[in-house]
Nanobody, 121 residues
Framework: QVQLVESGGGLVQPGGSLRLSCAAS????????MGWYRQSPGNERELVAS??????TNYALSVKGRFTISRENKKSVNLQMNGLKPEDTAVYYC????????????????WGQGTQVTVSS
């Protein structure tokens, strides 16, 4: 089975920085897409940033120029968040799709448990 484990959330002042990390466990051969979503109270889960195994990246307009997504290796992804704003406060979820592990390739979505990011003075 595939598990995603996030780390790096916390409390930061406006204008500060945080780095989120996500590592996938299991006998994984490849992950086509890894990314980060976020959800704040009363709102739907939204895409923050994603990256493909070939290096293509996609960002929400609200974070473009402030956040940077990067793949450490085929099983891990980081999100560097600079210039944080109070509206970035949310639970951030690691996401993976198009995963090949063991003898299986699946297009289902895999999610981490979420990590809280709070931007407040």
């Amino acid at each position: 089975q595939v598990q995603l484990v996030e780390s790096g959330g916390g409390l930061v002042q406006p204008g500060g920085s945080l780095r989120l990390s996500c590592a996938a466990s299991g006998s994984i051969f490849s992950i086509g897409v890894m990314g980060w979503y976020r959800q704040s109270p009363g709102n739907e889960r939204e895409l923050v940033a994603s990256t493909t195994s070939s290096g293509n990246t996609n960002y929400a307009l609200s974070v473009k120029g402030r956040f940077t997504i990067s793949r450490e290796n085929k099983k891990s992804v980081n999100l560097q968040m600079n210039g944080l704003k109070p509206e970035d406060t949310a639970v951030y979820y690691c996401h993976a799709k198009s995963v090949c592990y063991g003898s299986v390739c699946t297009d289902r979505d895999f999610w981490g448990q979420g990590t809280q990011v709070t931007v407040s003075s």
